[in-house]
């Protein structure tokens, strides 16, 4: 009796647990955005309304990106970047939080170039790590060698991790997209690339495993 409630109440917990945390994740974020810009539309219309300042933040964000495509919205944007870039203090913190956007943003000028595959953290053991840029010249001369600079991100908070220089020789290449690697870190594997799980599919029986089969019954049918 305890042993079965045992069971059921881990049953549920595991269909509840990953909605609730869901739940309590986006509402944290709606909190959030709506929250950034709510002061401002109750000031405009002298009260509070759930869901305006989410509206507000969205319109904001979206009005921002269509500035920075075109010429003057550009010339603004990168005015205002020289601005905070040449402040003591702030330009400490906007282009550290700038260098981390830009890295995780896969686009053309995204940090990461390309997903490898290190020896780490010893020989025999893999680890996913991404291409930022070829080594400083400071260091292949030290070490004689071409060095290869790459991220080693932790799972499932990619924006830590290590930076490491090895040589090129030792960076194996992967022929997959810089997204679907960082979804393999994020997910720590659960996804994998080109697929929802990195279960390998069971292979498709071959002559070598008719040949077993074959053995196997004509044994019993010895015995």
């Known amino acids: 009796m305890l042993r079965q409630l045992r069971i059921t109440l881990v049953t549920g917990s595991v269909v509840l647990v990953p909605v609730v945390l869901t739940w309590y994740v986006l509402l944290s974020l709606f909190r959030f955005l709506d929250g950034l810009t709510a002061r401002l539309v109750e000031n405009l219309i002298g009260h509070s309304v759930p869901g305006l300042g989410l509206l507000a933040t969205v319109v904001i964000v ?10 003057l919205g550009r010339e603004l944007i990168s005015l205002g970047q020289s601005i905070l870039s040449g402040t003591p203090i702030v330009r400490g913190v906007y282009n550290t939080i ?37 080594g400083p010249r400071a260091a292949e001369t030290a070490v004689e060698a071409e060095l290869v600079s790459v991220f080693l991100p932790t799972t499932p908070n990619p924006t830590s991790g290590f930076l490491l220089m090895l040589p090129r020789r030792d960076v194996k290449m992967l022929d997959i997209p810089v997204e679907e690697g960082l979804k393999l870190v994020i997910s720590g594997g659960v996804v994998a690339p080109g697929g929802p799980s990195g279960q390998p599919e069971a292979p498709a029986p071959g002559r070598k495993g008719r040949g077993r089969s074959a053995v196997t019954a004509g044994r019993r049918r010895q015995r």
């Open 98 to 134: 700038r260098q981390i956007v830009d890295a995780f943003t896969v686009t053309e000028q995204s940090a990461f170039k390309r997903v490898a595959l290190i020896e780490y953290p010893r020989q025999g053991m893999y680890s996913i790590a991404f291409v930022t840029a070829p």
């Open 62 to 71: 979206l009005v921002t990106g269509v500035l920075a495509r075109s010429l």
